[in-house]
């Protein structure tokens, strides 16, 4: 019998995305407007362009990661700590594919100022995930401790 308390489904996730998508969409119709068309530089046009689509790809390819290829869903209903594949890299993947491909379609506006707003998605990660890991620490115990001790919150990084 398994005497952990059950973890939640989706956890903060959704709030989290439907925050960052909205600030995303601001950040789009503020880069359009004429007060901000200094944040534009031609000569950075092409770099700006391709460096979104990388990162449009890396977080679909990342999200991909950790719902399909490490079957979060079923561990979840499971009870079991995912620490394996891309979850060695990032403790939070799917939030962080989410920050990282709205970072890549920022990039494709090719408007420097838009580039604060990745630094309030990982700000609102920070305070939003702490309710989650609390659960976490709840229910796996000293086996989440360690991990989080080796394992980034949000940004993804080479295994310790």
Do not use: D
């Not at 920050?99 to 506006?109: E, K, M, P, R």
């Amino acid at each position: 019998m398994n005497n952990k308390k059950q973890m939640s489904h989706s956890g903060v996730g959704p709030i989290y995305v439907i925050l960052i998508l909205i600030l995303t969409i601001s950040a789009i119709y503020i880069g359009k407007l004429k007060c901000f068309s200094f944040g534009q530089f031609h000569v950075m046009k092409i770099p700006s362009i391709i460096l979104g689509i990388i990162l449009i790809v890396l977080g679909i390819i990342i999200w991909v990661q950790a719902v399909l290829v490490s079957r979060i869903n079923k561990n979840i209903v499971k009870n079991k700590l995912v620490t394996t594949g891309i979850y060695a890299w990032v403790r939070n993947p799917i939030y962080s594919a989410f920050a990282i491909a709205f970072t890549g379609v920022l990039f494709l506006q090719n408007n420097m100022v838009l580039l604060i707003f990745p630094f309030i998605y990982w700000l609102l990660l920070s305070i939003i995930i702490r309710k989650e890991e609390n659960v976490l620490e709840k229910v796996f115990g000293e086996e989440y401790l360690l991990y989080k001790s080796k394992v980034n919150r949000c940004i993804p990084w080479f295994p310790k």
